[in-house]
């Protein structure tokens, strides 16, 4: 298993559209994968879960990977939320 921190910086956070593209992009992941917010844990590859988590901007979030392939899709959802998905 891989993990690294990241600070959300959407200004609304991962409200439905940017939660509607992380979920297609680790839709396409190997990996099992997990978005940690101090005590909740989320599976990113559903929308609807994602967006329980309650994640807004300037929330320091843990991305956890780990299968097949989980460095590549660590990189691809760090490299995601980083980049404002599309916002």
């Known amino acids: 298993m891989v993990s690294q921190k990241i600070t959300v910086t959407n200004k609304s956070g991962l409200h439905l559209r940017p939660a509607g593209e992380l979920s297609k992009i680790a839709a396409t992941c190997k990996s099992n994968i997990t978005l940690v917010k101090g005590e909740k844990s989320v599976n990113p590859k559903s929308v609807l879960i994602l967006m329980s988590g309650g994640i807004k901007c300037g929330d320091e979030i843990v991305v956890e990977c780990d299968g097949e392939n989980e460095e590549q899709d660590l990189k ?12």
């Open 76 to 87: 691809t959802i760090i490299d995601a939320i980083s980049s404002g998905l599309g916002e």
